[in-house]
């Protein structure tokens, strides 16, 4: 094998899936970033207070 083929398909092959995750799509669910700490934060204290029993 040449050294040219060993890195083909790397970075090309991720190409489609990083435009597919850029771009928008208005069917998607918005979640707020403050919504999600919020959720974080309760499920850690959930934890520890099971923990805790």
Same mark, same amino acid.
């Given at each position: 094998m %040449? ?7 790397g970075?090309? %092959?991720?190409a489609?899936? @990083? *435009?597919?995750f =850029?771009? =928008?799509d208005r069917? !998607?669910? *918005?979640?707020?970033?403050k919504?999600v700490v919020a &959720?974080g934060v309760l &499920?850690? @204290? &959930? @934890?520890? #207070?099971? #923990? !805790?029993l």
């Open positions: %040449s050294k040219g083929s060993q890195n083909s398909g970075l090309m %092959s991720s489609g899936l @990083v *435009r597919y =850029d771009s =928008d069917n !998607a669910p *918005r979640i707020d970033p919504t &959720f &499920f850690g @204290v &959930f @934890v520890m #207070t099971l #923990t !805790a």
